[in-house]
């Protein structure tokens, strides 16, 4: 009979080899992986942001990790539908289109803002100088929305709209898509646009509030007309085919980038959100029937 000891050594020894082996695994199988954001300002200013992050992924993982800067939304759902992009940074609603859509996905960090609450808010913003008050003051103008995709650029838009008993594509003279948010406050601030729909998390935090640091617009020369009901923040999500040890340490790496490497987490929120969260897909439930909702509005639209 084999002394008790050694089989306990050695079962000991198997079980902490078994995470380094399994580090190898995925090393092997996974030599780089692809990491995409859904488009929310310039591309530069999102390389400027993800750049660190990347990096700390790419030091915590062992492998190679590539940013790729998504010209449009379906871009991102699309290279994820396909195995191309392993790991995503969506809106919620564009994380929505990529589970309808087919894409095997799994969404495993959330966007904390700096209140400790896990939502944000879609606003219409017109020149702080127009007479505008309501949307109702707003039919026969243009309208800016970001992106089919986009949450609190388009999706939240239309069915709060809906709600009212509007059509945006009849209510207004025009409904441009400008591409990302900075873009639709761009159109508003050059005459584009008498209105463009946002993001915004509280009174220190919006598309609006960084386009200012950046010196793109000022805040003060606009001012919001109609505020949403809480959104639920945007979610990271990772192809699900993944190795499970990857996944695990993907995660793993996530939720910990605040305090393993603070300036790289900072450089994405400028300093004003809170470390991510561990997400489930059920928390995106209610934010994929409102996809569905919406998509039926405009095949009933275009079947009349």
Not at 40 to 54: H, I, K, L, Q
Not at 153 to 181: C, E, I
Request: charged letters at 25%.
């Amino acid at each position: 009979m084999l002394d008790r000891r050694i089989v306990l050594a050695g079962a000991l020894a198997a079980a902490l080899a078994a995470p380094a082996a399994l580090a190898q695994d995925y090393k092997a199988q996974v030599p780089e992986l692809i990491f995409a954001k859904v488009p929310d300002e310039n591309a530069s200013g999102t390389t400027d942001r993800w750049t660190p992050f990347v990096n700390y992924l790419a030091k915590e993982l062992g492998v190679k990790v590539t940013l790729r800067i998504a010209n449009d939304y379906a871009a991102v759902v699309e290279g994820q539908r396909a195995g191309n992009i392993h790991i995503a940074m969506y809106g919620p609603a564009s994380y929505a289109r990529a589970v309808i859509t087919g894409a095997q996905i799994e969404p495993f960090a959330i966007e904390v803002s700096a209140d400790g609450t896990k939502g944000y808010y879609s606003v219409l913003y017109v020149k702080a100088e127009s007479p505008y008050k309501s949307i109702q003051d707003l039919k026969g103008k243009n309208l800016c929305l970001v992106d089919p995709n986009s949450t609190s650029g388009n999706n939240v838009p239309r069915y709060a709209m809906h709600k009212m008993g509007l059509d945006p594509d009849t209510y207004f003279a025009k409904v441009v898509y400008a591409g990302s948010h900075e873009n639709a406050v761009i159109g508003v601030q050059q005459g584009t646009c008498d209105a463009a729909f946002n993001w915004w998390n509280d009174e220190t935090e919006s598309n609006l509030k960084r386009m200012a640091r950046k010196g793109m617009a000022k805040a003060e020369d606009f001012r919001i007309v109609f505020k949403s009901d809480l959104i639920v923040n945007s979610p990271m999500a990772y192809l699900t085919a993944l190795p499970a040890g990857l996944k695990a340490a993907i995660r793993d790496a996530v939720l910990n980038v605040a305090t393993k490497d603070k300036a790289a987490f900072d450089a994405i929120y400028d300093g004003k959100q809170l470390p991510f969260q561990a997400v489930s897909h059920k928390d995106y439930e209610p934010v994929i029937e409102l996809v569905r909702f919406v998509d039926d509005l405009r095949k009933k639209k275009k079947a009349s």
